[in-house]
């Protein structure tokens, strides 16, 4: 977190910080169900559903970092896997859709493993 | 870009819906011929698991709907003032679409046009010159 004397100096736009904060959120709730889908479709069990929502939503959350802010972040001077252009801290970036998509996830994954297993 | 990204998805959802149409008919088809098995045999249903070609496509096609999903959102906006700022005196409202191409709603404009309309700096010459051209071009009009 950066202190008080740093955002005075270089100051923070809240209108773009709950922007970005809305378009990550939109998309971590949409790929949860996603991924639960295809995870009731492999018929997954305990820990190996929750591993597999592990690594699709870091999975995401690298896609997201190339193609949408790697391009001008990178031109900007910002060192690679650095995400302060666009977001105040890496924790909400790199690992807030777990918590975020969680409840959608089980939804989907559980219905699918039923629709299709029953 | 958001006739790419809606594509991509569209394709994804096209090979999600046959794995899992090919995911149900195999357990179906397994569990069919567990009971008849079981008929003649009393062993328990075989937990199948899926056939590796319906893995991959499941697999795949979520990478592919992923893809065309974080292609079709709406671009960042940089947080701190001077990039943000910075931005909208080079791209204007061009930087700050959406991903159909309108403009999104709560642009604000130049967060800078207050201090640019400060009255001290107005160039009234210029504005004097503007306002004679514009007298001049009435008065040709008219006499023609």
């Known amino acids: 977190m950066p202190s008080e004397q740093e955002l005075q100096i270089s100051p923070i736009v809240q209108e773009s910080v709950m922007h970005n904060s809305r378009t990550l959120y939109n998309l971590q709730s949409l790929t949860a169900s996603l991924f639960g889908v295809s995870a009731g479709i492999l018929g997954l069990e305990s820990y190996s559903g929750f591993l597999f929502y592990l690594v699709f939503s870091l999975l995401t959350a690298v896609l997201v970092y190339v193609l949408r802010v790697a391009p001008t972040s990178l031109a900007g001077g910002k060192p690679p896997l650095d995400t302060s252009r666009y977001f105040r801290s890496p924790f909400e970036f790199w690992t807030g859709g777990l918590m975020n998509g969680l409840a959608g996830y089980i939804l989907t994954w559980t219905l699918f493993y039923g629709l299709v297993r029953a | ?144």
């Open chain 2, 1 to 144: 870009m958001t006739l790419l990204s809606k594509a991509i998805t569209a394709l994804g959802g096209l090979l999600l819906g046959h794995a899992c149409y090919s995911a149900r008919e195999h357990t179906t088809l397994l569990s069919l011929r567990a009971a008849t098995a079981a008929t003649l045999t009393s062993s328990p249903t075989a937990a199948g698991s899926l056939p590796l070609d319906i893995i991959i496509e499941t697999i795949v096609s979520t990478f592919i709907i992923l893809v065309g999903l974080v292609l079709g959102t709406r671009p960042l906006r940089p947080i701190e003032w001077r990039v943000w700022a910075g931005k909208i005196e080079r791209e204007g409202e061009e930087g700050f679409t959406d991903s159909s191409g309108a403009v999104d709603k709560d642009f604000v404009g130049n967060p800078f046009s207050l201090l640019e309309a400060r009255p001290n700096f107005v160039d009234i010459r210029k504005q004097r010159r503007d306002f004679s051209e514009w007298v001049r071009k009435g008065d040709a009009q008219r006499a023609q």
